[in-house]
């Protein structure tokens, strides 16, 4: 089954798909997302702190039925959804790619995760990923926020999309945007495209944000 859609993370998501008609064409789940990147004493890269905020249709159906009327649920009512979801994400690498000097980052279990509702109604998910051995920003460390296979869209925050916390004198980001999909490629996203997709095929990476961090 593509992506495994009765993991936890998605069992909301394959249902409203049931009972509003939208399971012909992908994404199913839109999330903005902001990120962090967070320097040690050591002025290495040491974690990559974020925050997805999901969308009206996703925030609504999960929330439904909780907490009490016309109030904005809490953390604390929230934090079981917020522990189920981070434990399922680490089945997909909680949609977090990195590389340093051109090798693949491995990250270990988040940390400091939440969920919590704004005043959109809109549910925004937090949680800090930590690199499993810290990295130098000075052997090109960049990373990518994305689904391969597109069932989930992430899209950067448009304002201030991605911030510092401890880092050295010098060091900045670049974030390269991704190429828009033509209408006509639009139209293609069918449940038909994506399953007849070959195993492994990294559909997402072409609508990612790359962002890259440079340090003296």
């Not at 940390?111 to 130098?136: C, H, M, N, W």
């Not at 004198?169 to 639009?186: R, V």
């Not at 038909?192 to 990612?208: E, I, N, Y």
């Amino acid at each position: 089954m593509h992506r495994r859609l009765c993991s936890r993370f998605f069992l909301t998501v394959v249902f409203m798909a049931v009972f509003t008609g939208s399971a012909a064409a992908h994404p199913h789940v839109w999330v903005t997302a902001r990120a962090q990147v967070i320097f040690n004493a050591k002025g290495e890269i040491e974690a990559i702190r974020q925050a997805w905020t999901f969308d009206e249709m996703y925030s609504a159906f999960v929330t439904e039925g909780q907490g009490k009327e016309g109030q904005l649920l809490t953390k604390d009512e929230l934090a079981p959804l917020a522990k189920t979801n981070i434990e399922s994400l680490a089945e997909f690498d909680y949609f977090t790619y990195a590389k340093a000097a051109k090798q693949n980052i491995e990250f270990a279990a988040p940390v400091g995760y939440s969920l919590e509702q704004g005043e959109d109604k809109r549910v925004v998910l937090r949680f800090t990923l930590p690199l499993k051995i810290p990295a130098s920003a000075a052997k090109a460390f960049s990373f990518q926020v994305y689904d391969p296979t597109y069932f989930v869209a992430f899209e950067m925050e448009k304002d201030n999309p991605v911030g510092m916390d401890g880092a050295p004198k010098g060091c900045s980001i670049n974030i390269l945007g991704s190429k828009p999909l033509a209408a006509d490629e639009t139209k293609k996203l069918s449940e038909s495209f994506f399953s007849g997709l070959s195993p492994g095929t990294d559909f997402g990476v072409k609508l990612a944000s790359r962002i890259i961090v440079a340090c003296p």
